[in-house]
């Protein structure tokens, strides 16, 4: 499976920046849907109401899967890979 991964830096509540990819299946190519996945994760992280676009999260590059993500992307239609200050 190709997988499309979405460079993500949002500006967390403390005013310190959050940087993760969004993994997606490569068809899907809606950034709304993209967002959401985005937005949801945000709130795992106590995130929730903070700015996500096109200014914060950007098409990176198309890659092949591990199967470990692979399964989590079949079950949620998403992955996330932590950067820096996810915690």
Known sequence: MKIAVWDTYVTKKDGTVMH???????????????????????????????????????????EEVTPDIKKVIDQKGYYIIEMEGCN
């Open 20 to 62: 993760f990819d969004i993994l997606v299946p490569d068809h899907i190519n809606d950034t709304k849907t993209i967002f959401e996945h985005g937005q949801n994760y945000l709130a795992q992280k106590g995130q929730q109401g903070q700015a996500l676009t096109a200014k914060e999260c950007n098409l990176c590059h198309m």
